[in-house]
């Protein structure tokens, strides 16, 4: 079964249009007004191997927060619908990731139930366009509507563009095995209460 899903969502701030290939091969075309975005979310989708093509048209006029937080949710309802009930997923998995002076730790569950635990900081206000609290927006409102329990973790850092990346890329390198189906569980959903819907 194909895991492709197109969805759009627009509102009075920003208009969305998103196609995600759950079984692709990394390649991506976003255009989210926001460069440095941009530049996480190519991350994300060639590190994770799902293709990610995505355009946003958003109220920048006013500021990056409803842009970043709105894709974040489309983002998030793109992958859940992909997943469907999640039948022969690993479900879990974990990665810690390099970046040079930086290490990030990232653990999901694909539980249907949302959650996340951000143990990241940064020590200056904007990274390029972008403010630096934004990044926890982007975050929760992906896991929050993608239902996943995500947790991550700076254990060190000090170049705050390092240590946003390192968290895009672990992120995906987390999802790459998460969503993989393992061929053990054949069509069965990986819940001994026989759903991962919440």
């Not at 079964?1 to 969805?7: A, N, P, Y």
């Not at 249009?17 to 991506?28: A, Q, S």
């Not at 006029?61 to 842009?67: A, E, F, G, L």
């Amino acid at each position: 079964m194909e895991r492709i899903v197109t969805l759009k969502r627009i509102t009075k701030e920003t208009s969305i249009e998103v196609t995600l290939n759950l079984d692709g091969y990394g390649n991506y075309k976003i255009n989210t007004g926001i460069s440095f975005l941009d530049h996480m979310l190519e991350q994300l989708s060639h590190h994770s191997l799902i293709n990610i093509m995505l355009k946003v048209k958003g109220d920048l006029h006013i500021d990056c927060h409803h842009t970043v937080e709105d894709v974040g949710i489309v983002l998030g309802q793109a992958l859940k619908q992909g997943l469907g009930e999640r039948k022969g997923i690993t479900r879990y998995a974990d990665s810690q990731l390099v970046m040079d002076e930086t290490l990030i730790s990232c653990a999901m569950d694909i539980s249907g139930r949302p959650y996340l635990k951000w143990g990241v900081s940064f020590s200056q206000d904007k990274i390029g366009e972008m403010d630096s609290e934004l990044f926890y927006e982007w975050f929760r409102a992906f896991a929050y509507n993608a239902g996943i329990s995500l947790h991550l973790h700076k254990l060190y850092g000090v170049n705050n563009h390092h240590i946003a990346e390192t968290c895009f890329k672990a992120l995906a390198r987390t999802l790459k095995v998460a969503i993989s189906i393992d061929p053990r569980q054949g069509n069965r959903i990986p819940s001994t209460k026989g759903t991962l819907q919440g």
